[in-house]
């Protein structure tokens, strides 16, 4: 008996896998339309460009968006000026302007300067941010006719540098950080320093894991009344000095959570804190090399006689 051979069509493809790719290309489209909404229109060739699969196939794996996304993804600002004064709100780099996207009020129009003109009745500025961004120093330093900002957006992880990054904000009253992503910074120094108006600062979201230097972080931070720095991870730290200088507002402060192994410098760190009458260092640790030049300058002997009982092995003579 002669048996009748099925002939198979190469060609021919399952239901089963013709549902699988087109799954995966709506999936693959869904996450670039995603990308190329967050994006403006002369970003997307660069886009395409940052991945090869995406130049041969315009395909995307959920991992590689996600490490794109924390990366590159736009950061979001909205900024709140003092009513009736003018002036910079914000410093830009020379070198990344085209990476700053400024908005007045509700407008679509992009305003191409950085600073309020005299008599400008402005309500709200928005400001996007696009990659290749990596560090915010100075950013928003001697901003005076600032009321408050606001970090809107903020999933990026590769800003490395805060330094001076509120410097000099002299009007600023309210800062909002809760969404704020400091996963990689390693230079916090003069942060917020001289940020004089401002009453209440919200560090519950702060990863300081990776931070080097706090020096003069919250110096002549003089309205603080409270501060709270219970979740910072000081292990990498080596300058502390005048960290908390001239907070003349302060009456307590616990730094029982901070490791002082690494510190080289703790010059001036509590200098002028004149109210200033509870302070934790139960867990302070310091070198015969650590300077600790004028730590106490001002504060009162009652303060001083207490960390003498807390910490022996520290000259503050």
């Given at each position: ?309 807390q910490i022996k092995n520290i000259n503050i003579e």
């Amino acid at each position: 008996m002669n048996s009748r051979k099925t002939k198979t069509n190469p060609r021919k493809t399952s239901k089963k896998t013709k549902s699988k790719n087109n799954f995966d290309n709506l999936k693959s489209n869904f996450i670039l339309k995603k990308i190329f909404d967050l994006m403006k229109e002369n970003k997307k060739l660069k886009i395409i460009n940052y991945n090869k699969t995406l130049q041969k196939r315009l395909n995307l794996t959920l991992n590689t968006y996600k490490e794109y996304y924390q990366n590159h993804s736009p950061i979001e600002i909205e900024l709140k000026p003092v009513k009736d004064t003018y002036g910079l709100f914000i410093s830009i780099p020379e070198e990344n302007e085209e990476y700053y996207h400024i908005y007045f009020d509700d407008s679509k129009k992009e305003i191409k300067r950085n600073s309020l003109e005299k008599n400008e009745k402005v309500k709200k500025i928005k400001i996007i941010i696009d990659y290749p961004v990596e560090s915010f120093e100075s950013l928003f330093a001697y901003s005076k006719c600032i009321n408050s900002i606001f970090f809107k957006k903020f999933t990026r992880n590769n800003i490395t540098n805060m330094s001076n990054m509120f410097y000099k904000c002299s009007a600023l009253k309210e800062l909002n950080l809760s969404n704020y992503n400091t996963n990689n910074v390693i230079d916090m120094s003069s942060m917020f320093s001289e940020c004089s108006l401002l009453i209440k600062l919200n560090l519950s979201s702060f990863n300081t894991h990776k931070v080097t230097n706090m020096c003069g972080m919250f110096s002549g931070c003089n309205s603080l009344k409270e501060l709270n720095v219970s979740n910072f991870n000081t292990n990498n730290v080596t300058d502390m000095s005048n960290m908390f200088g001239c907070c003349r507002g302060l009456t307590k402060l616990n730094l029982s959570n901070f490791n002082t192994d690494n510190v080289i410098s703790m010059k001036y760190m509590f200098s002028l804190c004149f109210e200033l009458n509870e302070l934790n260092l139960s867990n302070f640790k310091t070198k015969k090399e650590t300077n600790v030049e004028g730590i106490f300058l001002g504060c009162s002997n009652e303060l001083i006689d207490k960390i003498k009982k807390q910490i022996k092995n520290i000259n503050i003579e």
